[in-house]
C-alpha cells in the first residue's frame, strides 16, 4: 500500500521539479551569427584603438586556445604574447577590416568562420585570409581555433 502511494507522488514530484526548470531554448542561426559578429566588431574596433589586451577578449582564455600563422602558438596567454611581440604599437597594428565570407555551423555550441583581413598601415597594407572556429564557452561565444595567413 505505502508503496503504491509513494510511486504516483514521486513521478508527480519530478513532474513538478521538470516543470520549474526553465527550459533554453536553442539558438537561432541569425542570433548565433550576430552575435559571433558582434566580438568580430568588438575586435576590431580593440585593434584599431591600438589595444591588443581588450582585442584578445575574443579568444577563449584557455590553454587548449591555438592560432595557426608562420607558426603554431598553443595557449591564450602565448598568443597574447604573440600579438604584443608581433604589433608592439599603433603603428605596426595599423587599421584592421574584417570581410567575413562564410559562417557554417558545424554543431550546436560550434561556427566555423572563413573570411579575409585587411591591415592598412603607412608604408604596406597586408591582407590574408583567415578560418576561425567559434564555440560558446560560459555563455559567450570565443574564439577557439585561429589560422591567419
Known amino acids: ?8 507522488l514521486l513521478t508527480m514530484l519530478i513532474g513538478l ?4 526548470t ?7 542561426r541569425e542570433e548565433a551569427e550576430s ?4 566580438v568580430l566588431d568588438l575586435q576590431t574596433a580593440a585593434w584599431n584603438e591600438g589595444d591588443i589586451d581588450r582585442f584578445m577578449e575574443g579568444y577563449w582564455k584557455s590553454d587548449s586556445t591555438q592560432f595557426v600563422g608562420k607558426e ?5 596567454d602565448a598568443t597574447l604574447a ?27 555550441d560550434a561556427w566555423l568562420i572563413t573570411g579575409k583581413y585587411f591591415l592598412t598601415r ?12 567559434f564555440k560558446k564557452r560560459g555563455g559567450k561565444w570565443v574564439i577557439v581555433y585561429d589560422h591567419t595567413s
Open 17 to 20: 521539479v521538470a516543470s520549474c
Open 122 to 133: 603607412k608604408n604596406d597594407s597586408p591582407q590574408g585570409v583567415f578560418t576561425l572556429l
Open 22 to 28: 526553465p527550459v533554453q531554448k536553442a539558438e537561432t
Open 72 to 76: 603554431i602558438v598553443k595557449g591564450w
Open 82 to 108: 604573440r600579438y604584443k611581440k608581433s604589433y608592439p604599437d599603433k603603428d605596426a597594428m595599423g587599421s584592421l577590416r574584417f570581410e567575413l565570407l562564410e559562417f557554417q555551423r558545424i554543431a550546436s
Open 1 to 8: 500500500m505505502i508503496l503504491s502511494i509513494r510511486v504516483p
Open 35 to 38: 552575435a559571433i559578429r558582434k
